[in-house]
Nanobody, 122 residues
Framework: QVQLVESGGGLVQAGGSLRLSCAAS??????????MAWYRQTPGKQRDLVAG???????NYEDSVKGRFTISRDSAKNTVYLQMNSLKPEDTAVYYC??????????????WGQGTQVTVSS
């Protein structure tokens, strides 16, 4: 099985920075982690993609965070990061980490972390 644990959320003033981390623990050698991503969700709204990164390091970003957020990963540690700079009040949300996992080379499922709150004050 795969478990994701996020950390790094908190309260920050507008213009400040935060770095989120998501560490995936993998049981055994049957599972491998492919694409990883960060999503965010505010009350009453759907969970939206913020940034994603492939196993090979290709990245994509939601338009509103381009130039401010940077996603990266350490595949040896099964960890993905989200560096968030120039934060705005509208970035306030619960941020979730997602990992696309394969088992013996076949798609096994999408695994989610528990979420970490990011609050940006004006």
């Amino acid at each position: 099985q795969v478990q994701l644990v996020e950390s790094g959320g908190g309260l920050v003033q507008a213009g400040g920075s935060l770095r989120l981390s998501c560490a995936a623990s993998v049981s055994g050698t049957l599972f491998s982690i492919n694409h990883m991503a960060w999503y965010r969700q505010t009350p009453g709204k759907q969970r939206d993609l913020v940034a994603g990164i492939s196993r090979g390091g290709n990245t994509n970003y939601e338009d509103s965070v381009k130039g401010r957020f940077t996603i990266s990963r350490d595949s040896a540690k099964n960890t993905v990061y989200l560096q968030m700079n120039s934060l705005k009040p509208e970035d306030t949300a619960v941020y979730y980490c997602k990992a696309v996992v394969s088992k013996l080379g076949r798609y096994d499922g999408d695994y989610w972390g528990q979420g970490t709150q990011v609050t940006v004050s004006s």
